[in-house]
């Protein structure tokens, strides 16, 4: 069953008000309100066709990502609430963020989702859209909830700056605010031409990046923008014909393809610490070129995946990756 819309108490006089005819229209009749400028707006995401007929109003953002792309819009007062956080919001959104309902700190069940009384749904990852929970986007979509997902999640082939183009620059449209997209994307751009400056002529380290596991190793592979961010720091990512955004290989994979910086991704409840030490103590790796120099690099998960982190990510990256490079 759908959720109840409830009209505002502020609103009631208003609507006992008598309609009077105006314009063209019959005795009775009120006037249909202007559209808003650049809408209706129709936009197809990861295979889901939607049509806007004024921007959303009562936002639920789920996954870190798809909360400070909202955040670096301006966008605050959309929000109606958010949920699950890899680790810290951006300094520069904490004061935004404050005032912002979390509803869960991971993903919300469907009733407290309805509670909130959401008309969009924003996810980062595939995994905010769950059919089992009967929050998937059709079932979203049957209680009246437009909904929208990372791209990241579907692009078909590999991601890269343009996608993250296409993400500012639709979320922009979808709220009416599309001059922000273009300042936010510009941005973007300009830090990142400004460190391929910085490192023209520098070598490109082999990186192995490593997210987690024990028996297998899970990483990033050719498809995601945490490949894309390992290249335009200046790195070389050997697994990089991995065909997924993230996948598990063989340790016996790491060591064959012996990579001279580790990355180590930073989030959960695993420490960095602990990672490092993971694979500074298997002696199966001991020859590897990183553990053998003790070569590691940190980036936030947050930072590696598909919002306004990418930039400040390739800037981070490129200074583990080069050390003394301006």
């Known amino acids: 069953m759908p959720p109840i819309r409830r009209v505002p108490l502020a609103l009631i006089p208003l609507l006992l008000l008598p309609l009077t005819g105006c314009g063209t229209g019959g005795e009775g009749e009120a006037e249909a309100a202007p559209a808003a400028d650049g809408f209706p707006y129709t936009v197809t995401n990861c295979g889901t066709?939607?049509?806007?007929?004024?921007?959303?109003?009562?936002?639920?953002?789920?996954?870190?990502?798809?909360?400070?792309?909202?955040?670096?819009?301006?966008?605050?007062?959309?929000?109606?609430?958010?949920?699950?956080?890899?680790?810290s919001i951006l300094p520069e959104y904490r004061s935004a963020y404050a005032k912002t309902k979390v509803l869960a700190k991971e993903y919300p069940s469907k009733e407290v989702l309805l509670g909130a009384n959401p008309d969009f749904v924003y996810g980062g990852y595939s995994s905010a859209f769950d059919k089992a929970k009967g929050e998937d986007r059709a079932g979203l979509q049957k209680d009246g909830i437009?909904?929208?997902?990372?791209?990241?999640?579907?692009?078909?082939?590999?991601?890269?700056?343009?996608?993250?183009?296409?993400?500012?620059?639709?979320?922009?449209?979808?709220?009416?605010?599309?001059?922000?997209?273009?300042?936010?994307?510009?941005?973007?751009?300009?830090?990142?031409?400004?460190?391929?400056?910085?490192?023209?002529?520098?070598?490109?380290?082999?990186?192995?990046?490593?997210?987690?596991?024990?028996?297998?190793?899970?990483?990033?592979?050719?498809?995601?923008?945490?490949?894309?961010?390992?290249?335009?720091?200046?790195?070389?990512?050997v697994f990089a014909?991995?065909?997924?955004?993230?996948?598990d290989v063989s340790w016996e994979q790491v060591i064959k393809r012996k990579p001279e910086v580790v990355v180590i991704y930073d989030y959960g409840g695993t420490t960095v610490a602990a990672k490092k030490k993971r694979l500074l103590n298997d002696p199966a790796l001991a020859d590897v070129p990183a553990i053998k120099n003790v070569k590691f690099a940190v980036l936030p998960l947050s930072s590696a995946v598909l919002g306004v982190r990418v930039a400040d990510a390739v800037q981070d990256l490129a200074g583990q990756l080069h050390p003394g490079t301006p």
């Open 49 to 87: 066709k939607t049509t806007f007929d004024a921007p959303p109003k009562r936002a639920v953002t789920m996954n870190q990502h798809a909360t400070e792309i909202m955040l670096a819009l301006g966008l605050q007062d959309r929000l109606a609430g958010t949920a699950y956080l890899d680790d």
């Open 241 to 247: 014909d991995l065909d997924a955004t993230f996948g």
């Open 146 to 237: 437009n909904t929208r997902l990372n791209i990241e999640n579907c692009t078909k082939g590999k991601v890269g700056i343009d996608q993250l183009a296409t993400e500012i620059t639709q979320v922009a449209r979808v709220f009416g605010v599309p001059e922000r997209g273009e300042k936010l994307i510009a941005e973007e751009r300009q830090k990142i031409t400004t460190v391929e400056a910085e490192l023209k002529g520098s070598a490109h380290p082999s990186v192995f990046v490593y997210d987690s596991g024990d028996s297998s190793a899970f990483t990033a592979g050719g498809k995601g923008i945490g490949n894309e961010i390992v290249r335009l720091a200046g790195g070389r990512n």
